[in-house]
């Protein structure tokens, strides 16, 4: 049974650097792609940073330079580090597991947390 768990999450003032985290069981992160997501009020959920099974990395073109996403495969754990933040960045932050192993990042994934809050003051 796959579980993930996000923690991390908090409010800064803008400029500031939060550090999440996504525990991970039942799943070996050398197959899978995993994923940071995020929605807003109001907004859609929209993809941030993916890290293949191979850990190569993509960002969502309004965090790169900012963010960065790594795993420890040991450990199973994701994090996400965020630099620079930004009121904008203001969202439920997801973690999340590919559907497919062996096949790269895409559009479906089956599993997500539970999510952590972060809030961007100006």
């Known amino acids: 049974q796959v579980q993930l768990v996000e923690s991390g999450g908090g409010s800064v003032q803008a400029g500031g650097s939060l550090r999440l985290s996504c525990a991970a069981s039942g799943v070996t992160f050398s197959r899978y792609c995993m994923g940071w997501f995020r929605q807003a009020p109001g907004k859609e959920r929209e993809g941030v940073a993916t890290s293949d099974n191979r850990g190569n990395t993509a960002y969502e073109d309004s965090v790169k330079g900012r963010f960065t996403i790594s795993k420890d495969n040991a450990k199973t754990s994701m994090y996400l580090r965020m630099n620079s933040l930004k009121p904008e960045d203001t969202a439920m932050y997801f973690c999340?597991?590919?559907?497919?192993?062996?096949?790269?990042?895409?559009?479906?994934?089956?599993?997500w947390g539970q999510g952590t809050q972060v809030t961007v003051s100006s």
């Open positions: 999340a597991k590919r559907a497919f192993h062996f096949v790269g990042c895409g559009e479906t994934y089956d599993y």
